[in-house]
Every structure is written in structure tokens, then in C-alpha cells.
């Protein structure tokens, strides 16, 4: 799969990123025709999607990395594209890895189709030894959810930012996920939403009370607990994160 980012400047990007303490939106940037392809593999997705309610903080449908590489392996193919990856490690400044071939957020889509689907207030923690970073897609969006988010809320000495976008599909946001405290506001009746998220780290070990803790998070919010205990058996490992939006 083709990513057509050449032309964007990414040394404006690149200061962008830094200015805003680890973060960048682009409006336009995954190609139109890549776009409806996601769009329709988000589609044919929706009889696995995995639905999760944690009252209070977030309610919504996902479809994890694994149902990902066994049904739509084309997703797991732009997760690994080298111009994506070289990309991004321009923009972050950081040598990025894919996360760890157990981790169910390496790659997911969260879909927001029923009333009052939404996440609460977060940071994507990294249960990892080095930073995590998000990137998110737009595949579709026919409702008013917005991104909510607060830039600088870590930043010693500065002031928070707080700012709100609606990224349609095609467009990207991407940052750090232990600097930016964001939330996806609630969808309303009979709208439809599905943002795909990559995460990539910068060391992809994880110490064993954090993978303990992921874990659990992981089956409680997202997956389901067959989904993330059974998959790799007995060896299975847990995953990365429990928030993402
Ligand atoms: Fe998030």
C-alpha cells in the first residue's frame, strides 16, 4: 500500500510536533483511495467487533490487531509500511519499533456506533520501558464526536493548551501517548464513527507488573478475556496500554 506523504513538509511538521509538546494533526494525509479501503475493510469488520462499557469512562466497539492480521492482513501491512514508519520517526524524532506481536493495540479499530459511545479523559499510558506513540486515522465519520485534548498538561513550566478537532477520514493525529490528555466526546443516536490507531514504542520491553496490570485493563475495557488470554495460550503476553482513543 501506497502512502502519498512526500509532499507534506515535514520539517514545518516536525517543529509542529515539538512546539505542541509531542503533537501534530494532518488534515489530509492517507490517500482518498487507501482511505475507502479502510473505510469498507472497517465496514466488513463490524460482525467482530468487540463491544465494551466501563461506566463512566468509555463505552464503544473494537476490533483488535489479531481479528486484524486474520481478516483484513492488508491494515497489518500499512502498519509495517517503511515510508509510514520513516515518517513518523522524522516527525517524532525517535526510532520507532512496531509493538510487540501480542499486543492487541499494535493496530485497532474503534468504532463509536451507538448512543453515547465515547472515552473519558486519558493519557495513553506506555506500560513500556520507552514512549508509546499513537497515531490515529479518520476511516469514517458521520457523527459529532470530537477529539478533545489538552497539549502541555506535562510540559514543566508551561501552560496547558486545551483545543478540540473532528478528524475526518484520512486525516492523522499523532503523539505521545504519556503527553497528550484527550477524550472522544459522546456520538449521538444513529451516528457512525471508526478511527484506526497504530502505536509504536521506542523499547519494546515490558516490565511484568505493568504487563499484569495492561493486561487485565485490556480484557476489561477492550478485547475480552478470551481475546487476550486465549489467543497465544499459555505464553501468551499482554498487551500495551489501557486507554486509546
Ligand atoms: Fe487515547
Known amino acids: 500500500m501506497r502512502v502519498s506523504i512526500d509532499t507534506l513538509d515535514r520539517k514545518r511538521l516536525r517543529e509542529q ?3 505542541q509538546g509531542a503533537f501534530v494533526y494532518v488534515d489530509r494525509f492517507v490517500p482518498g483511495e487507501l482511505t475507502a479501503r479502510l473505510a469498507e475493510s472497517a465496514r466488513a469488520l463490524l460482525p467482530a467487533v468487540n463491544r ?3 461506566p463512566g469512562h ?3 466497539g473494537s476490533v483488535s490487531r489479531h481479528t486484524i492480521d486474520r481478516l483484513a492482513p492488508h491494515i497489518a501491512e500499512l502498519y509495517r509500511s517503511r515510508v509510514l514508519v520513516e515518517w513518523l520517526e522524522a516527525i517524532t524524532g525517535d526510532k520507532l519499533l512496531p509493538s510487540p506481536q501480542d499486543d492487541p ?12 459511545d465515547h472515552i473519558g479523559w486519558h493519557y495513553d499510558t506506555s506500560y513500556y520501558e520507552g514512549r508509546r506513540y499513537t497515531l490515529l486515522i ?3 465519520d458521520d457523527s459529532s464526536c470530537r477529539l478533545d485534548y489538552e ?3 506535562r510540559t514543566p513550566g508551561a501552560s496547558p493548551v486545551a483545543d478540540s478537532i473532528q478528524y475526518p477520514p484520512g486525516a492523522i493525529v499523532l503523539f505521545d501517548g504519556d503527553k497528550l490528555r484527550h477524550r472522544i466526546t459522546p456520538s449521538k443516536a444513529g451516528e457512525m464513527r471508526v478511527s484506526l490507531t497504530f502505536e509504536y514504542v521506542t523499547d519494546a520491553r515490558m516490565r511484568p507488573w505493568r504487563r499484569f496490570v495492561s493486561n487485565m485493563k485490556d480484557a476489561i475495557a477492550y478485547f475480552g478475556f478470551r481475546q487476550v488470554f486465549n489467543v497465544f495460550g499459555a505464553k501468551g503476553r499482554p498487551s500495551a496500554g489501557p486507554d486509546t482513543a
Open 138 to 140: 479518520g476511516v469514517i
Open 151 to 153: 497539549l502541555h498538561t
Open 17 to 19: 510536533f515539538v512546539d
Open 58 to 60: 468509555k463505552q464503544g
Open 105 to 116: 493495540h499494535a493496530y485497532a479499530l474503534y468504532y463509536y456506533t451507538r448512543e453515547g
Open 52 to 54: 465494551n462499557y466501563l
